[in-house]
């Protein structure tokens, strides 16, 4: 038996994904290619909860690739992935693609095609600063007028998945056109197995809230600072930047501290959500209840599962 060519460890924030895919990684003699659509940004380390350089034990791909405010997407994300996961097979090295992204997972891993254009979209944040002065329900109506069949399908309160179909319709497709496709699931590479995390509810929710206090503790506002002061004031108060957006009212004086924190954890929780639904839709995920482990033995429970599955170190 061998390792997979792809190995993907996935599952909501603060499952402990980061940690269990380094020493899983380590183990294979795998590099991680990170599948975090936040932390594809320079200098949004803290907020973001990025593995520091001291703590990895081996090299990781797909971090700090460009300044926040500059456009990125699932289709420049399915390239530069690919690049650095065919690299290391030529090396005859796995790669372990960790990340709760799920859109990313599935541009990475799956036989998905993007519209002509969507690799340098630069409408999205104009769609997100308008969602904040005119409110997500605006934008539906336009979504509405000019994609009655996406609309359809899209929650008028879910404002990124709006930005998103507006974004496609630009780039001349749909949001249900492309949703159409999703229920056909099939690996671009052969050698490919997803391991999802999972945690008992409580346990999570407290992880999240633990994790946020830390955030905090270890300089989140001094990094939100820095960001603003480098003029990255749009792309924080993104709808995607949860762990900044609160926080760039508190540092211009409209916003009371301990109520941003709590707001910070209540989006964070919802988001564990939203990250759960998703993967839980995939019916090639073997998942893996993490409750009660510690980091090394979860990585050894990933381990035997991945032995389970046909493959091993």
């Keep these: 038996m061998r390792s997979p060519d792809v190995l993907a460890i996935v599952g ?3 499952v402990g994904k980061s940690g269990i895919a380094d020493g899983v990684a380590r183990t294979l003699g795998a590099e991680i290619v990170s599948a975090d659509s936040m932390q594809v940004y320079r200098g949004m380390d803290v907020g973001t909860a990025k593995t520091p350089p001291a703590q990895r034990s081996v090299p990781y791909h797909c971090i700090d690739l ?3 405010g500059t456009p990125y997407s699932a289709a420049l994300f399915q390239a530069d992935a690919r690049t650095a996961i065919d690299a290391l097979r030529v090396r005859g090295v796995p790669s372990v693609l960790v990340g ?3 859109l ?5 891993l799956d036989t998905m095609e ?3 254009g969507e690799t340098t979209s630069s ?3 104009e769609l997100e600063r308008r969602a904040t002065v005119e409110g997500p329900r605006a934008l539906h109506d336009e979504l509405t007028r000019l994609d009655p069949a996406s609309a359809a399908l899209v929650h008028p309160n879910n404002t990124r998945r709006v930005i998103r179909a507006l974004e496609m319709l630009a780039a001349g497709t749909s949001y249900a056109k492309q949703a159409s496709g999703f229920s056909r699931r099939t690996f671009h590479y052969a050698e490919t197995t997803l391991i999802g995390l999972t945690l008992e509810r409580g346990e999570l929710y407290h992880r999240i809230d633990e994790r946020v206090d830390t955030m905090v503790d270890t300089g989140l506002l001094d990094e939100v600072q820095r960001l603003l002061e480098r003029g990255f004031a749009d792309a924080l108060t993104s709808t995607q930047a949860i762990g900044y957006k609160e926080l760039v009212p508190v540092l211009r004086g409209q916003a009371d501290p301990s109520a941003a924190i709590d707001e910070i954890k209540r989006s964070t929780r919802r988001y564990a959500k939203r990250q759960l639904a998703w993967f839980r839709a995939d019916p090639r995920v073997s998942w893996l209840d993490v409750t009660g482990l510690s980091t090394p033995e979860a990585i050894d429970s990933v381990l035997d599962l991945l032995e389970s599955t046909g493959h091993s170190a």
Excluded: H, K, N, Q
């Design 100 to 102: 709760g992204t799920g």
């Design 66 to 68: 460009l300044d926040p």
């Design 123 to 125: 409408i999205r944040f």
């Design 104 to 108: 990313y997972v599935r541009a990475a």
């Design 114 to 116: 993007f519209p002509s």
């Design 12 to 14: 909501p924030t603060a």
